[in-house]
């Protein structure tokens, strides 16, 4: 079951790999890497060379080529002075090393020089895996500005809760394990998973905080900082980075240079906002669904089987689009729901209580349809009839024998419906203005927001696929009659 279980996690990073790699090459060969630049503002105000380095600059940020300045290509020459000087012997000689290895020289309006170079499609993979997953450690300080003299350790300390933390002196983050405020609630920053930049929206920020990162105003906190001052503050102290230079505010609150710290939100964010509706929807609809389904195979052909068909007919016939629109009309002009999340925000339950039904009511005629018909085609078994000869009763026979059978294939898909809720509902949440998953993936294609893509096709690739994996394993665990590996003769 061991090496079962790890060929299959194999199998799995082999099929994200190729998956994220294919979605790598279309983005970065077959869209026109201008179009990038046609919803930045800034890009459209400038002219001239400004315009032009910003562009390469860009670019560069969002791994489409390596872009070299003349400062650059100068610092490699023995005397960078007379490289510096255009049109110089020496200056000639360094490009056309960097012409040989593959670089274009081209030239500013002013007459300096510069290169670059476009990334084939195996370089623009091979970038993106290699710096996938970057690894904090004592000496990054050292490292990144040249910090000699702070104590290179890991310790344990205190977190927000008061429970114990793993920390670090030397790290780029203090924290390096916590138990924290926000989903997924514990914490670390011990490997990190870098995307790249988001662009053009929230410019400059890494893909995975624009997603992770909580929304809303900022809320202040009455907290004690390390210097011993109580004050009410925004600053999330479990995401403290080292600061190169502090200020006069960071001196009378910290004690050290680990003085840069994320903002505490009144709003949670993207990702755990899909999540809050995806997963109380999913428990409604199979609190509902199961039994309902249930309740139709014990009754087939009689009137409640009859009634439930008619509504499994009628919710799948029914355009989601209109039942969602049903359902924000009447929840508004009825029972006085609003009909778009931000009216009463994250505080008030009124807010949850339309696009939860929704998402319930989508959910539901799959799970009824799935379990009456398991139960009825286990109903029609042998061993059923041979539990009817022995004089079992009908409720005995459906709750100990065919129930069990039944719920095995329903069982295979709960933790991909668990795990994907993550991904949130497009129309549903467009429809109530919901800030979730549901619009990011759409909206980062529509903004050519490469790396964001890349991202969330990463994210939703792996999850789908590990959901399988664990699917499988919980049948197993539910009817260990099932083996998943395939036994070796004369094992028996």
Not at 347 to 375: D, E
């Amino acid at each position: 079951m061991r090496k079962y279980i790890l060929k299959r996690i194999l199998r799995s990073i082999i099929s994200v790999f190729i998956v994220v790699s294919i979605v790598i090459a279309m983005i970065f060969t077959l869209i026109p890497r201008t179009k990038v630049l046609d919803l930045d503002t800034s890009y459209r105000k400038m002219t001239g060379d400004n315009k032009t380095a910003y562009r390469f600059t860009t670019f560069e940020k969002l791994g489409y080529l390596d872009f070299v300045r003349i400062s650059d290509i100068c610092a490699e020459s023995e005397n960078p002075s007379a490289c510096s000087v255009n049109k110089s012997a020496e200056q000639q000689a360094m490009l056309e090393k960097y012409e040989n290895d593959g670089y274009t020289v081209e030239y500013f309006r002013n007459g300096t020089p510069y290169a670059y170079h476009d990334y084939t499609v195996f370089e623009l993979a091979l970038n993106f895996w290699k710096n996938l997953v970057k690894f904090d450690s004592v000496n990054f300080v050292e490292k990144t500005y040249g910090v000699t003299d702070l104590e290179k350790k890991y310790y344990i300390g205190k977190d927000e809760n008061n429970f114990p933390a793993i920390m670090c002196s030397g790290c780029e983050y203090k924290y390096q394990v916590y138990f924290g405020h926000g989903f997924p609630f514990v914490h670390q920053n011990m490997v990190k998973l870098y995307f790249g930049i988001s662009f053009p929206t929230k410019s400059g920020m890494h893909t995975l905080d624009v997603i992770n990162e909580e929304q809303g105003s900022q809320k202040a906190i009455l907290q004690t900082f390390p210097t011993g001052v109580e004050l009410e503050s925004p600053l999330n102290q479990m995401t403290a980075k080292y600061k190169p230079n502090v200020d006069h505010l960071d001196q009378t609150r910290f004690t050290d240079n680990y003085a840069d710290c994320k903002s505490y939100y009144e709003s949670p964010s993207m990702v755990e906002t899909s999540y809050i509706f995806g997963i109380i929807s999913l428990v409604i609809a199979y609190a509902i669904g199961l039994p309902a389904g249930m309740g139709m195979a014990r009754n087939k052909d009689g009137i409640w089987d009859k009634l439930g068909v008619a509504i499994i007919n009628f919710l799948i016939a029914l355009p989601s689009l209109a039942l969602i629109f049903f359902v924000r009309q009447i929840g508004s002009m009825v029972f006085q729901l609003p009909d778009k999340f931000p009216l009463l925000g994250f505080g008030n339950i009124k807010s949850y209580i339309a696009p939860i039904l929704i998402l319930s009511l989508l959910s539901l005629p799959g799970l009824m349809t799935w379990t009456r018909r398991y139960m009825i085609d286990q109903s029609n078994s042998d061993y059923v009839k041979f539990a009817k000869a022995k004089g079992l009763s009908q409720r005995e026979i459906f709750t100990k024998h065919i129930l069990k059978n039944a719920v095995i294939p329903i069982v295979n898909g709960i933790p991909a419906s668990i795990i994907l809720c993550i991904s949130g509902a497009l129309i549903t949440e467009s429809a109530f203005a919901i800030p979730g998953m549901g619009k990011m993936l759409p909206d980062a294609i529509n903004k050519m927001n490469n790396n964001m893509v890349i991202t969330l096709t990463f994210i939703f690739a792996a999850l789908s696929i590990f959901s399988v994996l664990l699917g499988d394993l919980l049948m197993t665990l539910v009817d260990p009659r099932i083996q998943l590996a395939e036994k070796k003769r004369g094992s028996e």
